[in-house]
């Protein structure tokens, strides 16, 4: 399995590719706690318009893991009960960027799903009013353990 990270600092960008290899220790099971935030409006998804995809930044809470050691391709999208399937993947294909989104001091990695891909997650809810949802992303660490974080977002199925 192959991980693309891309770093950013300042004006710098680094593309990381490393290979993963099987049968890492997982020594913890425990779960790290994650702030999910969005940037740039998207705390709000509008299905019916807008950006073909919503993004997501994982920062560790408490410093209680590196954002790089995340295995992109365990990162999973829920939202229960509100639509026909409990999770979506992250498409791992993807190059994910790790930076300090909102200048914290901490780094975070960023998510971003297509919004096509997400409507299973919330084809329960119905109307032209706007909805009030949690969000939940975990996943798995490469170094052992997983994360997970949830995030109340606004959601317009109609445009």
């Known amino acids: 399995m192959r991980k693309s990270v891309l770093l950013k600092t300042g004006s710098l960008a680094v593309v990381v590719t490393t290979a993963l290899l099987f049968g890492w220790s997982t020594q913890a099971s425990a779960q790290f706690s994650a702030r999910l935030f969005t940037t740039g409006g998207n705390n709000e998804i509008h299905f019916g ?64 799903f297509v919004k096509t891909a997400m409507h299973p997650l919330f084809d329960n809810l119905h109307g032209n009013s706007p909805k009030t949802v949690t969000v939940f992303v975990t996943g798995n660490l490469i170094t052992g353990g997983s994360f997970g974080g949830s995030l109340t977002l606004t959601l317009y199925l109609k445009s």
């Open 49 to 112: 318009s807008g950006a073909a995809s919503w993004c997501v930044h994982v920062e560790p809470t408490g410093g209680a893991f590196d954002v790089t050691n995340i295995d992109a391709c365990s990162v999973r999208l829920s939202s229960p009960p509100n639509g026909s399937v409990n999770e979506i993947a992250y498409d791992c294909t993807k190059t994910t960027v790790v930076s300090d989104s909102d200048g914290n001091g901490i780094q975070d990695i960023q998510f971003c």
